[in-house]
């Protein structure tokens, strides 16, 4: 096939499960691609490890496999489909990397397949530091001093002849992993060691440090032609030295002359073609900072208009996808069409349908974009950002100014009580006034900080001299602060209110300030006339009239928006991908606007994540880029309020708890909910109001209560025994939920969660270590569908987004199982559901574990069930279970919201006859990108995202999903194992079983023990902290290929753990906590690497694989 | 922010539309051709662009003066647009460079200003209606601002050109190898630079120099520049361009290039509301490669008509319209965009090569 032949059928590869710094953002540019390609008349087959994602839907590519995203199963996919060309450049570095791979390996060779849009040697180019220094050096394009090393010596040697601060890049990471700033040689030993062992091919660049900088991202398109448009520029808020993903980032560029601006277009214009890319790709640089940024740097003000070229992604990455949201601009769609050979003039506009690709968007609008920081979560981690992003995911807003769109982004991080005016109490500790006692370095909580800062008086230059912010920015700030102290004195005047909203106050800002209720605030607001008006992000800043239904709200003259014809509901999303609300809800808010459509209901898509598919603008009829709050909601359905008419019904079951959690103020606020009611939704969630439902209908739960001291909680110790569920009944910087296995403990845990309390109810609910069982349903008031049961590995305790889940469950008696249905069945018709909901439970029997090989579903085991909770809506599984059982949940769900019964669909209620094939859903972490957090598996989640391994039997369908997840052991090597005393019966089997396929063993001395008694040779290793070979020096020195560490008591030994777990971590050595994760990981291995299936997910659902 | 020290301000468009907004830069009235430009920098070059005089301008981007104006982004001597409507102007500019703020430039030069206005709006109803005369007013109510509208003469009947041309010639720089002469119809100092820094030494004539006068610098090549309002108040640029071709390799862009086509018999008309920005793509029809360019213009010339001895060299890929000419003949090629930029995209300064490997082999 020669370079121009458009290919016949295309492999576009996913990105795999989310993790930090490869999110939704791919799912969108992968959903966008197969569409494209098959509008070209493509044969498309598509392979991804991520069940929770469009792309992976029956109907978007002609053939979708999800399978591990190994060269060994892509290559086996490519014999069975024969594609001649491979798309590398749309699923993230994890696509880019595996492309190469499969090239170096020889594999496309092999198979005829040719690289489409971006060849090898220009992926190599662009991502090898060595080679890409050289091009750009060759065409005079300058790159910051630094050198390649390969090894700390040389590093330091480097170093020194550079001078400090230093920043070490590893080669071929993704999300900055490894990398850092070195101000001391020490630091410089430090980052160079942990920079080699990220690097796959252990290698570092050194080079000179250009923070405080301006960074500057430059969004490129070219063809096959060689004409080449920039998509939008994007400045970072936060200056060189914080991670592009960790930054705030602005578009377009806000503090660029002409001058500046065309310099850098041409930059990267030259880049892209020295490169000889075909599709998009992205140009980072570093710009002189402004003066009084510049005379704060270590040497003083660089020149003006100085630049540096500092990275190269050739492909769609990150800020692609916000360049796509923040201008309209398809850049994954247009991308996979010119990669087989269309040229940007003979691509058609989407938006405007009258006008091509071929022209660079105008946006009349500012974009903020910012990061959500899983450190809600993790309480303990490091806030710190730099270099390595920590960042899950990410909000964008829109509005016709930067200060506007900056109040509206926090809005739409739903961070709980942080709004604009939140400030940390430990910042007042002190003097109070200066900058003392603030933390002012960058962490994600800097733009509070630097408000707090304005408030009590500093300076905005001062201000830039210490967080090397331009001052362009950093007024936008103090224009806030202004605004503030005028709310604060004046009376609010309808002008004063106009001012405000026009600056983007909340009306719950503006009540805390001028001393209202919110809903005083919106009553003055809507009396006076002043409510938001629509505008339409249409790529051309309303030169040419589009057709595009993508809308956000200002406060401005005229709009645009005017209510859409009935019938219409509004789809409320599922906002920033965060720990716990993952790409799963927007999975499913999608496919309910699709369902709508299907069933001629327009549908009104509000969500505040660009990396989605749910923001494409043709997913849904209409969508609102908005904040998910009750503000911005309740103005988009009066918007969509004729006069005189009725409101539109709103879809909050699909945006997990953020739509749910908005469905009791639409409540309130008289506002029609489609499906369950609010009602309904309380009774669900609120604990007194549910378990009078569940002893109505005889379900037992776990015993529990609710305490508010601490005689209170012992007495109710004493009754239910221990161990002890707890946890608070508020959010609390993470000092969330715990097990307590004794009193000790639970004094402890107590008196610390009353004082920060402060007379809050704490729950209490009996641990059960059970056997954890979970199933999505549909009700319609008559009949509640089951697609299928769900079973997990880890034993209840482990949070059911960190467990592997199994479908078809493998070892519930035929008792068991229809104890599930009925329980699942009586909640469903008495609670009320119309749609979705999920339930959870665990069942006590006569072991915590069953040998599926050996289990006999009809035998008559003694057990109870128990039920942990209810969610009365999606879930993270229902992308998962309607992938693998083929029922469509969401739009069977969606449906009968519509009124539509299921009978009426064609659908029978009960549990769906069992598919021919074995799915598991393996979670995935992210734990090496964020220091200071434990990776020990608990009862709060900490994955942030998830795999499928899919196969005709359990053993490979498990070992497919460890291999997805990156959890599989190697098939030959050593273990270090530290195992619980309580876990030791269980752990015989399957140390016997690593004995037998060759693997060395290490134990500390309690485990070492056993294991010398089992008979099987083990090399002893001391605590951590005595001397080496100790427990953790084995895992730094990489003796030992993974670690197994369970443990009894969680808050006693967790300390002990920790470091040998962080090891094993940031040493991307599988590291197991549950002893039936590692039961399960042991069991794969012996089965084996190679004997597992490939084919396309259609095909084990119809059982013809 | 310091609203609360502005007056109230319309803009007030000839159908009758008013826009709300405050007053900066100067006080007072102003009217004009109300035109949109969707380029997201470079307001201080919009602003000193000849071609915008008689014109209020509306840029769609909604925040000027971010980074102030500075000592050397003038495209010519002074502010030449006749008033300035914008989103949010921005009071404390961020640069290296910045010299004043937008508001002090525009007061300075006293050219009434409106900010806080829906600019998008506004560029709808021009999209939807076609460009229209308008005014800016401090000091009256919208109904006096449209009384008075309507008595004041129309954009296109009015000659601009001889209020922004050099009344008397000058040399750009004293040396250079090729020696071109620029008829200045309202000329940007970046023409003269591209041409400058590509070795030539430039006169600058008045608009209505004749064939003769321009001829008697002995140039080796003529540049007839960009500038404002309808080609047809140009007649004698038109007789000098008609005696020139032929004689000597000629460069037309924007006006120049209508100019040229009258010269040669083709005709001209006026667009709905123009192409003004810097993302136009413009398709060489010979190669069709795509290029990104400046525009700014009301008027183009008509495919009909057009004389056998003048070939289409580029369209604009949008709308099709005429973007460049070249004759079968002799040296003399023309474009209808800004190969100068400034502001815009630099990609097309490859014309400026073209036009001086004319004027080179001309002179072998």
């Known amino acids: 096939m020669t370079t121009h032949e458009k290919p016949r059928k295309v492999l576009v590869i996913g990105s795999g499960p989310i993790v930090i710094g490869q999110a939704a953002e791919f799912d969108y540019a992968g959903t966008q691609a197969c569409r494209s390609l098959r509008e070209e008349g493509i044969t498309t087959v598509l392979v991804n490890s991520n069940p929770a994602t469009i792309m992976t839907d029956e109907d978007v590519a002609d053939f979708v496999y999800i399978e591990p995203l190994t060269v060994d199963v892509v290559e086996r996919i490519i014999a069975r489909e024969k594609p001649d060309g491979l798309l590398p450049t749309l699923g993230g570095q994890t696509g880019l990397n595996l492309a190469m791979d499969l090239h170096?390996?020889?594999?496309?060779?092999?198979?005829?397949?040719?690289?489409?849009?971006?060849?090898?040697?220009?992926?190599?180019?662009?991502?090898?530091?060595?080679?890409?220094?050289?091009?750009?050096?060759?065409?005079?394009?300058?790159?910051?001093?630094?050198?390649?090393?390969?090894?700390?010596?040389?590093?330091?040697?480097?170093?020194?002849?550079?001078?400090?601060?230093?920043?070490?890049?590893?080669?071929?990471?993704?999300?900055?992993?490894?990398?850092?700033?070195?101000?001391?040689?020490?630091?410089?030993?430090?980052?160079a060691r942990t920079g080699l062992a990220a690097s796959p091919i252990h290698q570092i660049l050194v080079e000179r440090s250009l923070l405080g900088w301006k960074e500057i991202e430059v969004e490129v398109m070219?063809?096959?032609?060689?004409?080449?448009?920039?998509?939008?520029?994007?400045?970072?808020?936060?200056?060189?030295?914080?991670h592009t993903g960790d930054s705030i980032v602005i578009a377009p560029t806000q503090t660029l002359s002409d001058k500046e601006y065309q310099m850098l277009r041409s930059a990267s214009i030259k880049i892209i073609r020295s490169l000889g890319i075909q599709g998009g790709c992205n140009v980072q640089f570093a710009l002189s900072p402004h003066p009084i940024v510049g005379e704060a740097l270590p040497g003083g003000a660089p020149a003006p208009m100085q630049y540096y070229v500092i990275e190269v992604n050739p492909r769609v990455s990150r800020s692609s996808a916000l360049a796509s949201k923040a201008t309209g601009y398809p850049i994954a769609r247009v991308a996979a069409k010119i990669a087989v050979g269309r040229t940007l003039d003979e691509i058609p506009n989407a938006v405007t349908k009258k006008t091509k690709a071929a022209f660079e968007p105008a946006i009349d609008y500012c974009v903020i974009k910012i990061p959500r920081w899983p450190f809600d979560k993790f309480a303990t981690g490091d806030r710190v950002i730099g270099t390595q992003m920590k960042a899950t995911g990410e909000v964008m807003a829109i509005d016709r100014s930067y200060v506007a769109a900056l109040q509206k982004a926090v809005r739409s991080l739903e961070m709980g009580g942080r709004s604009i005016l939140w400030q940390d109490p430990e910042w007042k500790q002190g003097a109070a006034r200066g900058v003392e006692g603030l933390p002012l370095n960058p962490t994600d909580l800097r733009l509070w900080v630097m408000l707090a800062a304005l408030r009590r008086g500093v300076g905005v230059n001062d201000l830039c001299k210490i967080t090397m912010v331009?001052?362009?920015?950093?007024?936008?700030?103090?224009?806030?602060?202004?605004?503030?102290?005028?709310?604060?004195?004046?009376?609010?005047?309808?002008?004063?209110?106009?001012?405000?909203?026009r600056l983007g106050f909340s009306d719950e800002v503006i009540g805390t300030l001028a001393d209202r209720l919110p809903e005083q605030v919106r009553q003055q607001r809507i009396e006076a006339g002043i409510r938001p008006v629509y505008k339409m992000v249409d790529t051309c800043a309303a030169e040419f009239e589009a057709v595009t239904p993508y809308f956000y709200s200002c406060y401005e003259q005229e709009n645009e928006a005017s209510p859409l014809?009935?019938?219409?509901?509004?789809?409320?999303?599922?906002g920033p991908i965060r720990i716990g609300q993952g790409i799963e809800f927007d999975y499913c808010s999608v496919h309910a606007a699709w369902a709508l459509r299907d069933s001629g209901v327009h549908s009104i898509m509000v969500n505040s994540n660009p990396e989605t598919v749910s923001t494409d603008f043709d997913s849904s009829d209409r969508l609102y880029f908005e904040p998910l709050d009750e503000e911005a909601v309740r103005d988009i359905i009066d918007n969509e309020t004729p006069p005189g008419g009725d409101a539109p019904a709103s879809v909050v079951q699909f945006g997990g708890q953020t739509a749910i959690n908005l469905s009791q103020a639409l409540g309130r606020a008289g506002l029609p909910i489609m499906g369950s009611s609010a009602d309904a939704i309380d009774i669900a969630s609120n604990r007194e109001r549910f378990g009078d439902l569940m002893e109505r209908l005889g379900i037992p739960q776990p015993p529990g209560a609710t305490v508010t001291s601490l005689e209170e909680g012992l007495s109710v110790a004493q009754r239910i025994g221990f161990p002890l569920l707890v946890r608070p009944s508020y959010v609390l910087g993470g000092r969330a939920m715990e097990i307590v296995d004794n009193a000790t403990q639970l004094v402890r845990y107590l008196s610390r969660a009353?004082?920060?309390?402060?007379?809050?109810?704490?729950?209490?609910?009996?641990?059960f270590e059970g056997r954890e069982v979970e199933v999505d349903a549909i009700c319609d008031g008559e009949q509640v569908l089951i697609p299928g049961i769900m079973e997990h590995i880890e034993r209840a305790g482990v949070h059911s987004g960190d467990s592997m889940a199994v479908y078809p469950a493998p070892t519930l008696t035929e008792e068991e199982q229809h104890m599930i249905v009925d329980y699942t069945t009586r909640i469903g018709l008495a609670l009320g559901v119309r749609g979705l909901?999920?339930?959870?439970?665990?069942?006590?029997?006569?072991?915590?574990?069953?040998?599926?090989?050996?289990?006999?579903?009809?035998?008559?085991?003694?057990?109870?069930?128990?039920?942990?909770?209810?969610?009365?809506?999606?879930?993270?599984?229902?992308?998962?279970?309607?992938?693998?059982?083929?029922?469509?949940?969401?739009?069977?769900?969606?449906?009968?919201?519509?009124?539509?019964?299921?009978?009426?669909?064609?659908?029978?209620?009960?549990?769906?006859?069992?598919?021919?094939?074995?799915?598991?859903?393996a979670p995935v972490f992210s734990m090496q990108k964020l220091p200071g957090v434990d990776t020990y598996l608990g009862p709060e989640m900490k994955s942030t995202g998830e795999v499928m391994g899919i196969d005709k039997a359990l053993r490979p369908a498990v070992a497919k999903a460890l291999m997805a997840a990156n959890l599989m052991l190697p098939p030959k090597g050593s273990l270090l194992v530290t195992i619980a005393d309580r876990d030791k019966p269980e752990a015989v089997p399957w140390l016997k079983l690593l004995h037998e396929r060759g693997y060395r063993l290490y134990a500390t001395s309690g485990t070492a023990a056993l294991v010398s008694g089992l008979g099987i040779p083990v090399t002893p290793v001391n605590r951590v902290g005595e001397p080496a070979a100790n427990a953790l020096s084995v895992v730094v020195d990489r003796t030992v290929d993974g670690v197994v560490n369970t443990i009894a008591e969680v808050a006693v030994s967790l300390k002990d753990g920790f470091e040998i777990r962080r090891a094993a971590v940031e040493r991307r050595m599988p590291c197991y906590t549950s002893i039936d994760t590692a039961r399960a990981a042991v069991e794969a291995l012996a089965y084996g690497y190679d004997r597992f299936s490939v084919a396309p997910t259609a095909k084990y659902v119809d059982g013809t694989a | 922010m310091s609203n609360a020290l502005s007056k109230p301000a319309y803009l007030v468009l000839r159908d009758g539309s008013v826009f709300r907004g405050l007053s900066f830069g100067a006080e007072g009235t102003a009217s004009g051709e109300v035109v949109f430009n969707t380029s997201m920098t470079g307001y201080q070059e919009m602003l000193t662009d000849p071609s915008y005089a008689g014109q209020i301008v509306v840029p769609t981007f909604p925040m000027m003066g971010n980074y102030g104006i500075n000592a050397t982004d003038d495209e010519s001597g002074r502010i030449q647009v006749m008033g300035f409507v914008v989103r949010e102007r921005w009071m404390q500019p961020s640069h290296f460079d910045a010299t004043r703020t937008l508001h002090d430039y525009l007061a300075s030069q006293r050219i009434p200003s409106i900010h806080g206005v829906d600019t998008r709006a506004v560029t709808r109803r021009i999209r939807d209606s076609g460009a229209m005369m308008g005014t800016i007013t401090s000091t009256e109510t919208p109904d006096e601002a449209l009384a008075r509208l309507r008595a004041t003469p129309s954009y296109g009947d009015i000659d601009f050109v001889q209020h922004v041309t050099t009344d008397r010639?000058?040399?750009?720089?004293?040396?250079?190898?090729?020696?071109?002469?620029?008829?200045?119809?309202?000329?940007?100092?970046?023409?003269?630079?591209?041409?400058a820094r590509r070795g030539s030494r430039v006169t600058v004539v008045p608009s209505t120099a004749t064939a003769e006068e321009v001829l008697a610098h002995r140039p080796d090549g003529v540049v007839i520049s960009p500038g404002p309002g309808d080609p047809v108040h140009n007649e004698a640029t038109v007789r000098a361009a008609e005696a020139l071709i032929g004689r000597v390799p000629i460069l037309g862009i924007c006006l120049g290039h209508q100019v040229i086509a009258r010269a040669l018999g083709a005709g001209t008309y006026k667009l709905k509301f123009g192409h003004r920005g810097g993302n136009h793509p413009v398709q060489d029809v010979r190669s069709g490669r795509v290029y990104i360019t400046a525009q700014n213009h009301g008027y183009a010339v008509s495919d009909a008509g057009l004389p056998s001895s003048l070939e289409v060299t580029h369209r604009n890929l949008n709308d099709g319209t005429v973007e460049g000419l070249r004759h079968r003949a002799v040296p003399l090629?023309?474009?209808?965009?800004?190969?100068?930029?400034?502001?815009?995209?630099?990609?097309?300064?490859?014309?400026?090569?073209?036009?001086?490997?004319?004027?080179?082999?001309?002179?072998?």
Not at chain 1, 222 to 242: L, Q, S, Y
Not at chain 2, 343 to 351: M, R
Request: glycine share 8%; aromatic share 6%.
């Open chain 1, 104 to 191: 170096r390996a020889g594999v496309l060779e092999r198979h005829g397949v040719r690289l489409l849009g971006t060849s090898p040697e220009t992926i190599a180019k662009a991502e090898d530091r060595e080679l890409f220094r050289d091009m750009l050096s060759a065409i005079g394009e300058p790159t910051p001093p630094s050198e390649i090393v390969h090894s700390v010596d040389e590093a330091l040697a480097v170093g020194r002849a550079l001078g400090l601060p230093l920043v070490v890049r590893p080669a071929y990471t993704l999300g900055g992993t490894g990398g850092g700033f070195a101000k001391t040689m020490a630091e410089l030993e430090e980052v």
């Open chain 1, 222 to 242: 070219r063809d096959a032609a060689d004409n080449c448009i920039i998509i939008c520029t994007m400045e970072n808020f936060d200056p060189m030295g914080v």
């Open chain 1, 470 to 501: 331009d001052p362009w920015f950093v007024q936008g700030l103090q224009h806030i602060v202004d605004m503030e102290r005028r709310l604060l004195g004046q009376e609010l005047t309808s002008d004063l209110l106009w001012e405000a909203k």
């Open chain 1, 565 to 574: 014809p009935a019938p219409r509901a509004v789809v409320i999303g599922s």
């Open chain 1, 754 to 767: 009353v004082e920060a309390g402060q007379g809050r109810p704490i729950l209490m609910d009996k641990y």
């Open chain 1, 837 to 921: 909901m999920n339930i959870q439970y665990v069942i006590m029997s006569e072991s915590l574990y069953r040998d599926p090989s050996t289990f006999d579903p009809s035998s008559h085991l003694k057990s109870s069930v128990y039920i942990i909770e209810v969610n009365p809506r999606s879930s993270r599984t229902v992308p998962f279970i309607s992938k693998v059982t083929d029922v469509p949940m969401v739009q069977l769900a969606t449906n009968v919201m519509r009124g539509q019964t299921l009978r009426e669909q064609g659908r029978q209620g009960g549990l769906q006859p069992v598919k021919p094939l074995v799915a598991v859903k």
């Open chain 2, 169 to 195: 010639e000058f040399d750009w720089n004293g040396d250079g190898r090729s020696r071109i002469v620029a008829i200045d119809c309202g000329v940007k100092y970046n023409i003269l630079r591209n041409l």
């Open chain 2, 333 to 364: 090629l023309t474009i209808q965009y800004h190969s100068e930029a400034s502001p815009g995209p630099l990609d097309n300064e490859y014309i400026f090569d073209e036009f001086m490997d004319l004027v080179r082999d001309a002179s072998k």
